[in-house]
């Protein structure tokens, strides 16, 4: 098995680039194909992805990268880097449960770029941009059109937000993706954030590595590295882990930057085991920790894309116990209307008692495990470390927003 798919070579579909001009970020951003005639004067399209494109004008936007379009298999309908990239008919026809803001996060929107759900961390939409319009992506309400407007003053008035908010400890920098912003406004940006003394994390949820890997320089590096922020990429399959993709994670990963990836299950794209695993393991080569798997939201026209809930606990449980459980994501659903993240796993527990349990292994034998006779979990010292005031809160509201 190659461990890395081989540097793209962008010669047949791009002629006219240069070896450096396709290797610029900037040059892949100005020469996205987004519309028909542009993709069909490099690939040969399937009669259903021409409706797909014609179908889903006016309702989110199409885009790919020329880097990202190099990977695409020319022959192979199913090849799942196209079909996260070219629109299907399906997408334009959504079902009466499908919602247009599925995570429910517009009624938490205090200001325009920011959403409070949880009590302790906000999201902060730094963009409406993408470097490629996922077919699957969860925001398209905003990063559908144009229509959100996150210039340099919605971004002030975001970082002013959280430092008015003591109780967030955690930043989310999302969008649309953080990283199309030029060096010096995403360092100004995640340094403001930093600068508060009550924010302890930052993360910058970006799928640039995936989809023009060229822009994680380093002097990207080292404006995330000063700002001690986490990068969360997205890579739903093996064929996505390019050389240009490995240099980018071991760029950020040598600078000292985390990198953490969550992958979407997608419907005949990445449903398998096999997959799943092999993604994960390619990952942690890199030292990029697979983190989430996420099942497909209820956004409108997405039903073909989504799996059944029973696949997910099916590949997790094929992986526990057959690889590392750092190989082993947290499948997670987000509630539909903004219920939050809730995670879903096998269940290894056959029954429990007050003695003890009966567990069944990943190999179907039963063990017991018993309880033991003193229950007290009281902890004596926890108040001396903590003090009087470490006592443990009152359940917070999650009504954060306005």
Same mark, same amino acid.
């Given at each position: 098995?190659?461990?890395?798919?081989?540097?793209?070579?962008?010669?047949?579909?791009?002629? #006219?680039? %240069?070896?450096? !001009?396709?290797?610029?970020?900037?040059?892949?951003?100005?020469?996205? &194909?987004?519309?028909?005639?542009?993709?069909?004067?490099?690939?040969?399209?399937?009669?259903?992805?021409? &409706?797909?494109?014609?179908?889903?004008?006016?309702?989110?936007?199409?885009?790919?990268?020329?880097?990202?379009?190099?990977?695409?298999?020319?022959?192979?309908?199913?090849?799942? =880097?196209?079909?996260?990239?070219? /629109?299907?008919?399906?997408?334009?026809?959504?079902? $009466?449960? #499908?919602?247009? +803001?599925?995570? @429910?996060? +517009?009624?938490?929107?205090?200001?325009?770029?920011?959403?409070?759900?949880?009590?302790?961390?906000?999201?902060?939409?730094?963009?409406?941009?993408?470097?490629?319009?996922?077919?699957?992506?969860?925001?398209?309400?905003?990063?559908?059109? *144009?229509?959100?407007?996150?210039?340099?003053?919605?971004?002030? !008035?975001?970082?002013?937000?959280?430092?008015?908010?003591?109780?967030?400890?955690?930043?989310?920098?999302?969008?649309?993706?953080?990283?199309?912003?030029?060096?010096?406004?995403?360092?100004?940006?995640?340094?403001?954030?930093?600068?508060?003394?009550?924010?302890?994390?930052?993360?910058?949820? %970006?799928?640039?590595?995936?989809?023009?890997?060229?822009?994680?320089?380093?002097?990207?590096?080292?404006?995330?590295?000063?700002?001690?922020?986490? =990068?969360?990429?997205?890579?739903?399959?093996?064929? !996505?882990?390019?050389?240009?993709?490995?240099?980018?994670?071991?760029?950020?990963?040598?600078? @000292?930057?985390?990198?953490?990836?969550?992958?979407?299950?997608?419907?005949?794209?990445?449903?398998?085991?096999?997959?799943?695993? +092999?993604?994960?393991?390619?990952?942690?080569?890199?030292?990029?920790?697979?983190?989430?798997?996420?099942?497909?939201?209820?956004?409108?026209?997405?039903?073909?894309?989504?799996?059944?809930?029973?696949? *997910?606990?099916?590949?997790?449980?094929?992986?526990?116990?057959?690889?590392?459980?750092?190989?082993?994501?947290? &499948? $997670?659903?987000?509630?539909?209307?903004?219920?939050?993240?809730?995670?879903?796993?096998?269940?290894?527990?056959?029954?429990?008692?007050?003695?003890?349990?009966?567990?069944?292994?990943?190999?179907?034998?039963?063990?017991?495990? /018993?309880?033991? &006779?003193?229950?007290?979990?009281?902890?004596?010292? #926890?108040?001396?470390?903590?003090?009087?005031? @470490?006592? #443990?809160?009152?359940?917070?509201?999650?009504?954060?927003?306005?």
């Amino acid at each position: 098995m190659r461990l890395f798919f081989p540097a793209t070579d962008h010669r047949q579909r791009f002629p #006219e680039a %240069t070896d450096a !001009e396709f290797g610029d970020w900037r040059w892949q951003q100005r020469h996205v &194909l987004d519309d028909e005639e542009k993709l069909s004067r490099r690939f040969s399209l399937a009669p259903e992805e021409r &409706l797909g494109i014609a179908a889903t004008r006016g309702i989110f936007r199409f885009g790919i990268t020329p880097y990202y379009a190099a990977l695409m298999d020319q022959e192979h309908f199913w090849c799942p =880097v196209r079909r996260q990239a070219i /629109p299907l008919p399906q997408e334009a026809t959504a079902r $009466a449960e #499908e919602l247009v +803001d599925p995570l @429910g996060e +517009d009624r938490h929107r205090p200001v325009p770029a920011i959403v409070h759900r949880y009590p302790d961390r906000v999201l902060l939409l730094a963009l409406d941009r993408c470097a490629v319009y996922c077919r699957h992506c969860t925001r398209r309400r905003l990063t559908g059109h *144009g229509a959100a407007d996150f210039d340099r003053e919605a971004l002030d !008035e975001a970082v002013a937000y959280v430092r008015a908010h003591p109780r967030v400890r955690d930043v989310l920098v999302s969008g649309g993706d953080p990283l199309l912003l030029s060096t010096e406004r995403l360092a100004r940006l995640v340094g403001d954030l930093r600068s508060i003394p009550h924010v302890e994390l930052i993360r910058v949820g %970006t799928r640039v590595p995936v989809c023009n890997p060229f822009r994680v320089d380093d002097e990207l590096a080292r404006a995330l590295r000063r700002a001690e922020a986490f =990068v969360v990429t997205h890579f739903n399959h093996p064929k !996505e882990l390019t050389a240009e993709a490995k240099e980018a994670c071991e760029r950020l990963v040598d600078s @000292g930057v985390p990198v953490e990836n969550q992958t979407v299950l997608l419907r005949r794209l990445n449903s398998s085991a096999r997959i799943i695993a +092999d993604l994960n393991h390619r990952l942690l080569r890199l030292r990029v920790r697979p983190y989430y798997l996420h099942q497909g939201d209820l956004a409108q026209g997405l039903d073909h894309l989504r799996t059944p809930l029973s696949k *997910g606990v099916e590949i997790l449980k094929a992986l526990r116990g057959h690889t590392s459980g750092l190989a082993v994501p947290h &499948l $997670a659903v987000d509630l539909p209307g903004g219920g939050g993240k809730v995670t879903l796993q096998p269940s290894y527990l056959v029954s429990q008692s007050d003695v003890g349990a009966r567990f069944r292994n990943y190999l179907g034998e039963t063990y017991d495990y /018993p309880e033991p &006779l003193d229950r007290d979990c009281s902890v004596p010292y #926890e108040s001396v470390f903590y003090g009087e005031e @470490g006592r #443990e809160p009152e359940r917070p509201s999650l009504a954060c927003g306005p």
